[in-house]
C-alpha cells in the first residue's frame, strides 16, 4: 500500500458513509439539548445616523449580560456622530472578526451558520493541532474540505488568512478529551458552539 493508498484508508475509516447531512443532524441534537435556538444570537440595532455603508462594518460580539448597557453605549456614539471611535466592547482577533462578519452574512440560513461554525472550530486547531487527543490531521484535513463545500460561494475557498492562528473566540481544552470517531468530534465541537451561542450575541447595526 503506498502513502495515497494510506491516506484514503485513514480518510475513509473516519469518515465511513457519514455526509452533511449526519455531520448536521449530529451537530443540531447536541444543541437542541441544551434549548439553544440559533436565530437568538443574532441581534440587530437600527438606527438613522450612519450611512448603510458604514453600517456593514458595524458587527460586535457582545456578552448576553452586556447587551444593554453596551446598545446604549453605542447608539449614543451613532447619535453624536462618533463613528471613528466606536469602542466595540469586543477584543476579537481579525481572524475571529472575520468569522462573525461572514456569520452576519448568512445568518438566515442555519445550514450556513452551521457549517461556519463547525469550519471554524477546525481550522482554529491548524495551527496547534491536538496530534495525541483527535484523529489524524489528513481525516480533519477531508472533513474540512467536506464542511467548505457547503459554505456560500461569496465566501471564497479561503476566507481567512494563513496567518490567522484563532478563528473562534471560544475554543475547548482540547488536550484534556481523546476524541476517536466522527460523531464523537461533531458533538464535542457542538458543545464549543453551544458555549458561544448562549454566553454571546452577534451584533449588526443596520439603518432604519
Request: glycine share 4%; aromatic share 10%; proline share 2%.
Amino acid at each position: 500500500m503506498n502513502i495515497e493508498e494510506r491516506e484514503l484508508k485513514i480518510i475513509s475509516d473516519f469518515m465511513g458513509k457519514s455526509d452533511w447531512d449526519l455531520i448536521l443532524s449530529t451537530w443540531k441534537m447536541e444543541v437542541d439539548y441544551f434549548g439553544i435556538n440559533l436565530d437568538d444570537f443574532f441581534i440587530e440595532i437600527t438606527s438613522n445616523h450612519i450611512d448603510p455603508e458604514s453600517a456593514v462594518k458595524m458587527c460586535f460580539l457582545w456578552q448576553r449580560d452586556q447587551l444593554k448597557q453596551r446598545t446604549d453605549e453605542l447608539l449614543g456614539q451613532l447619535s453624536n456622530r462618533t463613528t471613528s471611535f466606536i469602542k466595540r466592547g469586543d477584543c476579537l482577533s481579525s481572524g475571529e472578526r472575520n468569522t462573525m462578519t461572514y456569520l452576519s452574512k448568512v445568518k438566515h440560513d442555519h445550514e450556513q451558520v452551521i457549517a461556519l461554525l463547525i469550519g471554524a472550530s477546525l481550522r482554529s486547531r491548524f495551527n496547534r493541532y491536538p496530534v495525541d487527543q483527535w484523529p489524524s490531521r489528513i481525516a480533519i484535513e477531508a472533513l474540512y474540505e467536506l464542511i467548505q463545500s457547503y459554505w456560500d460561494q461569496s465566501l471564497g475557498s479561503k476566507p481567512w488568512h494563513s496567518a490567522c492562528s484563532s478563528v473562534l473566540p471560544v475554543i475547548n481544552q482540547d488536550y484534556g478529551f481523546s476524541i476517536n470517531t466522527l460523531s464523537g468530534l461533531i458533538l464535542y465541537l457542538a458543545s464549543e458552539h453551544c458555549k458561544l451561542l448562549s454566553k454571546y450575541n452577534l451584533v449588526q447595526v443596520v439603518v432604519k
